[in-house]
């Protein structure tokens, strides 16, 4: 459980205020709105209800700041935070029975003019007060929806009494109430600041970064701009391919301890290492990785004080895993977890039992896709399905939710027009959300739009090596995403690199410039590797 907080609390801005604060430079050269405490008025707002909906209430509470601490099985805190106005609106769309709030958080004075929509963590729609925290503290009027469901892990809503797919749910927490929040808190701004905001951005990773994406294909005029880090696009077949390790495991019949899932990423980064010119402990690009797992069998591993031997299974379950779910004749369905990616995030294991037997403990998430939305079986038993079965749940999923969920349509013609502009990075060792998918996805926004000059005018990838699942969050390394988006809407300054710190194999900090993809870093040939003016963005194709 530890472990599956640790990821979740990466989706969502709770330790990483750096996301959130943007720098000096970022600040904008219109003139910001400083409110005096006397102008500002912290009363509940008229509030026209969004197309499709009704206004069940509006409250406001003046709230004095201080420390947040994050709800939910997230927790998280954030201290320092101004005094704030809360304003509350309860919507409901008719005939549906649900109930979804979106909050607006808006500071008593100093307000910086600036809105920013707040994404969500695995089934979270929306902030647990953290990042809100985090916005107000840096001078936003911030929003965020719960959509009208539960938790990160709160699954509750997914089917009805009959055991059936709650649809109305399910659409508020895939599309409808981001935009609902949106247009609900750009109005509280303009009912208690007397104005709409100059400038609007959402934030968010995982699935903060699947609702970003979403905005910009759905509701291309909500928002300026949007930092959608490690999104959760193409939800109904990454969701289910995430599910592949067990899969595996359970259909080879072989788990391998953490130590010797270690051991196979430690082989491949040590190979592969070296493809950017230069021995960093980080592989720059996974993709052109081709160690083969099957170099380490009869390899000794300590774990836990015990000399364990590397067998030919070990090795083929890693190598199914690497290379992603497949058919039972062979065809690809989904990328597989990025080579130098902790294996052990998906394919988790039970602790053995008195006979030192292990099961396949499954990451959560996924699991509970498949479970209750896909077969519609609560007590669906995963360690029981097959590689035809696992087949045929990727096929469903793909045909009943890709319309509902997907967040994969590449059409960004709206979003290009409206002005806006997408930034994204995604970490390269990414565990729980393929790397590549999101690069496809860009892939088929080129052909879309005709052509990578005219995409990188609005949107652009910036890919993390050595980085996991939100990992620029703070988790192992950093970056201010936020800064680069608000400097290229505001000031035309369209980000070439995106600095950040990440995390070697050694588990010490360097510094790189990431490059705007399809370009990639690679060392100049001298200087300190820990440093990024050793390396240099170059085509993939001129090395």
């Not at 905005?215 to 291309?220: D, G, I, R, T, V």
């Not at 099957?294 to 300590?302: D, F, Q, S």
């Not at 990188?456 to 890919?463: A, G, K, M, W």
Request: with cysteine; proline share 6%; hydrophobic share 35%.
């Amino acid at each position: 459980m530890k472990r599956l907080l640790t990821v979740l609390a990466a989706g969502v801005p709770l330790a990483a205020a750096v996301v959130y604060l943007p720098s000096a430079a970022a600040e904008p050269h219109h003139t910001t709105a400083t409110l005096a405490p006397s102008a500002f008025t912290c009363s509940a707002p008229s509030v026209k209800a969004p197309s499709g909906t009704k206004v069940e209430s509006v409250t406001a509470v003046a709230e004095a700041g201080g420390t947040i601490q994050g709800t939910g099985v997230l927790g998280g805190s954030v201290t320092g935070v101004p005094a704030y106005c809360d304003v509350t609106v309860t919507l409901t769309h008719p005939g549906d029975g649900d109930h979804a709030k979106v909050r607006t958080w808006l500071p008593a004075s100093g307000w910086n003019g600036r809105f920013q929509g707040l994404g969500g963590s695995a089934y979270l729609a929306g902030d647990n007060g953290v990042g809100l925290g985090n916005a107000v503290k840096s001078g936003y009027a911030a929003v965020s929806t719960d959509a009208g469901v539960g938790d990160a892990l709160d699954t509750s809503w997914a089917l009805n009494s009959n055991g059936q797919v709650n649809t109305a749910l399910l659409k508020n927490f895939a599309s409808r109430s981001q935009h609902e929040a949106a247009v609900v808190g750009k109005e509280v701004v303009a009912g208690i600041y007397g104005k709409g905001p100059a400038y609007s951005y959402f934030t968010g990773c995982s699935t903060g970064g699947r609702e970003g994406y979403m905005e910009a294909q759905s509701h291309p005029g909500d928002y300026n701009g949007i930092l959608a880090d490690a999104p959760a696009v193409n939800w109904d077949e990454f969701e289910v391919a995430t599910l592949w390790p067990q899969v595996v495991m359970n259909n080879e019949k072989t788990y391998p301890t953490t130590c010797e899932f270690d051991a196979f990423t430690s082989a491949a980064v040590k190979a592969c290492d070296p493809l950017d010119g230069v021995r960093d402990g980080l592989i720059e690009d996974p993709n052109r990785c081709d160690f083969d797992p099957r170099e380490l069998v009869g390899a000794k591993v300590e774990c836990d004080g015990k000399e364990l031997t590397i067998t030919a299974a070990d090795a083929t379950v890693v190598r199914k895993i690497w290379d992603g779910p497949r058919t039972p004749s062979g065809k690809k369905l989904w990328p597989g977890v990025p080579v130098g990616a902790d294996l052990s995030g998906l394919a988790g294991t039970t602790a053995p039992d008195a006979d030192g037997n292990v099961a396949g403990s499954p990451f959560q998430v996924p699991a509970d896709w498949v479970k209750l939305w896909v077969a519609k079986d609560p007590s669906l038993d995963i360690s029981k399905i097959t590689y035809s079965r696992f087949t045929q749940l990727f096929q469903q999923s793909e045909a009943e939710y890709d319309k509902v969920i997907g967040t994969d349509d590449p059409d960004l013609s709206g979003f290009r027009k409206a002005g806006g502009k997408l930034l994204t990075w995604h970490g390269e060792s990414d565990q729980y959300i393929p790397t590549q998918g999101t690069v496809d996805y860009r892939r088929q926004v080129v052909q879309a739009v005709g052509g990578s000059q005219k995409v990188d005018d609005f949107y652009r990838l910036f890919l993390a090596p050595g980085t996991s699942h939100c990992g620029l969050d703070g988790i192992d390394g950093s970056t201010d995403g936020l800064a680069a988006l608000t400097s290229w809407v505001e000031h035309g300054k369209a980000p070439q690199t995106l600095p950040a710190t990440l995390t070697d194999a050694s588990g010490q900090s360097v510094t790189r410039d990431l490059c705007s993809y399809p370009r990639i870093s690679h060392y100049n040939g001298h200087g300190d590797p820990a440093v990024a003016s050793s390396f240099r963005c170059v085509s993939p194709s001129r090395h």
